[in-house]
């Protein structure tokens, strides 16, 4: 077929386009995504039973703020990786200081702690565990991640692919942290931090397969 | 940026945002200017491969338009339709690569060099699968008028369907192969 011939073909059948598309279809996976891993969680796992005094607590919420906040920054990131053309900008060292903080701040804990003390902060008692159950939880959020990835263009598929990654295992943290009991952030530092990337390295991995278009 | 590819940057940039608010005669001037640019970008790249640069341009054209939705108006188009022209070649390379990993590409098959310089505006990959889902009244006048060069009258009096249903036939088999686009083939 003729080039001008395929440009007459494409051109008699565009429509009008939305704008947002991009942020759009990753917000949809979330709606999806979430639900269901908030549900597999309650099912399998069952929420923390002293959840009422949790609240309280400051590092409750600092358990939860580490991975909302990780979601949130590979959300954009995801984003940005989707569309043809569009750098990351600051977004992969924004991510890295989160990570830095959490590990500063265990550091700390540990420096201040008896030292009989620290390696229940480091083991917990679900070390063994909780890397797993955040990958498990990360599952919904990954395929749908993926299945909107894959309506938009990403051009780097590995990067995309551990984007959306870690979007899910972010996320797939931040919902565990309603589970999960331990409360000491070198813990965090180090077992939601493998939880988070098994699904980014899973979605490295299989961003080349997946993603092509 | 020079003034020049700036210009050029926002004149194309203009005729792609109205092609996305729904102006066709903007986006189908938008998508021929581009072709031009992509034919210029992978003629430069593919000096052993001209026969490929004509497919090359069209899956990108096609890349471009099924994945127009990934553009926001508030984007550089250049570095957009880069990303995409550079993402088409590494994938067509790559795919090339692995073909020929696969089977020797001078195999005895004498078809290999009899073709090689038919005409390099005509690519036939995907075009003519799709042409096959359409029915007859409006592939027999796309086939005829517009991949065979007949003139309506022509076509008419090859197919025996009259002049009008010819030109109804291309405009709607048109539409029709656009939609099969759309959806992905």
Same mark, same amino acid.
């Given at each position: 077929?003729?080039?001008?011939?395929?440009?007459?073909?494409?051109?008699?059948?565009?429509?009008?386009?939305?704008? =947002?598309?991009?942020?759009?279809?990753?917000?949809?996976?979330?709606? +999806?995504?979430?639900?269901?891993?908030?549900?597999?969680?309650?099912?399998?796992?069952?929420?923390?039973?002293?959840?009422?005094?949790?609240?309280?607590?400051?590092?409750?919420?600092?358990?939860?703020?580490?991975?909302?906040?990780?979601?949130?920054?590979?959300?954009?990131?995801?984003?940005?990786?989707?569309?043809?053309?569009?750098?990351?900008?600051?977004?992969? =060292?924004?991510? =890295?200081?989160?990570?830095?903080?959490? +590990?500063?701040?265990?550091?700390?804990?540990?420096?201040?702690?008896?030292?009989?003390?620290?390696?229940?902060?480091?083991?917990?008692?679900?070390?063994?565990?909780?890397?797993?159950?955040?990958?498990?939880?990360?599952?919904?959020?990954?395929?749908?991640?993926? +299945?909107?990835?894959?309506?938009?263009?990403?051009?780097?598929?590995?990067?995309?692919?551990?984007?959306?990654?870690?979007?899910?295992?972010?996320?797939?943290?931040?919902?565990?942290?309603?589970?999960?009991?331990?409360?000491?952030?070198?813990?965090?530092?180090? +077992?939601?931090?493998? =939880?988070?990337?098994?699904?980014?390295?899973?979605?490295?991995?299989?961003?080349?397969?997946?993603?092509?278009? | 940026?020079?003034?020049?590819?700036?210009?050029?940057?926002?004149?194309?940039?203009?005729?792609? $945002?109205?092609?996305?608010?729904?102006?066709?005669? /903007?986006? /189908?001037? #938008?998508?021929?200017?581009?072709?031009?640019?992509?034919?210029? #970008? #992978? &003629?430069?790249?593919?000096?052993?491969?001209?026969?490929?640069?004509?497919?090359?341009?069209?899956?990108?054209?096609? !890349?471009?338009?099924?994945?127009?939705?990934?553009?926001?108006?508030?984007?550089?188009?250049? !570095?957009?339709?880069?990303?995409?022209? &550079?993402?088409?070649?590494?994938?067509?390379?790559?795919?090339?690569?692995?073909?020929?990993?696969?089977?020797?590409?001078?195999?005895?098959?004498?078809? $290999?060099?009899?073709?090689?310089?038919?005409?390099?505006?005509?690519?036939?990959?995907?075009?003519? &699968?799709?042409?096959?889902?359409?029915?007859?009244?409006?592939?027999?006048?796309?086939?005829? $008028?517009?991949?065979?060069?007949?003139? $309506?009258?022509?076509?008419?009096?090859?197919?025996?369907?009259?002049?009008?249903?010819?030109?109804?036939?291309?405009?709607?088999? #048109?539409? /029709?192969?656009?939609?099969?686009?759309?959806?992905?083939?």
């Amino acid at each position: 077929m003729r080039t001008d011939d395929l440009i007459a073909m494409l051109a008699a059948g565009a429509s009008r386009v939305e704008p =947002g598309a991009s942020s759009r279809r990753l917000r949809r996976a979330l709606v +999806w995504g979430m639900p269901c891993a908030a549900l597999l969680m309650a099912v399998f796992l069952g929420v923390r039973p002293d959840l009422r005094e949790a609240v309280l607590l400051p590092m409750f919420w600092l358990k939860l703020l580490f991975p909302v906040s990780v979601a949130a920054l590979s959300f954009a990131l995801a984003q940005r990786l989707s569309r043809p053309g569009v750098r990351m900008g600051r977004l992969p =060292g924004a991510l =890295g200081s989160i990570f830095i903080a959490l +590990w500063l701040f265990g550091a700390a804990a540990l420096g201040l702690a008896a030292p009989s003390e620290r390696g229940e902060m480091l083991l917990g008692e679900s070390w063994n565990s909780c890397p797993f159950n955040i990958a498990l939880l990360s599952l919904p959020l990954f395929a749908t991640a993926m +299945w909107a990835m894959k309506g938009l263009a990403p051009t780097r598929l590995s990067m995309a692919g551990a984007a959306a990654g870690l979007l899910a295992g972010a996320a797939g943290a931040a919902v565990y942290a309603l589970h999960c009991p331990e409360m000491q952030a070198p813990f965090l530092g180090i +077992w939601y931090v493998a =939880g988070m990337l098994i699904p980014t390295a899973a979605g490295a991995l299989a961003g080349p397969k997946l993603l092509r278009w | 940026m020079t003034i020049h590819s700036h210009m050029k940057e926002e004149h194309l940039r203009e005729l792609m $945002v109205r092609g996305l608010g729904g102006d066709q005669a /903007a986006y /189908a001037a #938008f998508l021929k200017e581009l072709s031009t640019h992509l034919r210029a #970008f #992978f &003629r430069r790249r593919l000096v052993r491969l001209p026969d490929e640069v004509e497919d090359l341009v069209q899956e990108t054209l096609l !890349a471009v338009h099924n994945q127009r939705h990934t553009y926001e108006r508030d984007q550089p188009l250049t !570095a957009w339709v880069h990303a995409i022209a &550079r993402y088409k070649l590494i994938d067509m390379l790559r795919r090339r690569a692995n073909h020929e990993a696969l089977n020797d590409p001078l195999d005895d098959e004498p078809g $290999v060099l009899a073709h090689s310089d038919t005409e390099a505006v005509d690519a036939q990959r995907d075009v003519a &699968r799709l042409l096959e889902q359409l029915p007859d009244r409006h592939r027999l006048p796309i086939l005829y $008028v517009k991949l065979n060069g007949l003139s $309506v009258a022509e076509a008419a009096h090859a197919t025996g369907m009259s002049e009008s249903a010819i030109k109804i036939g291309v405009h709607r088999g #048109f539409k /029709a192969l656009a939609a099969l686009i759309r959806s992905g083939k």
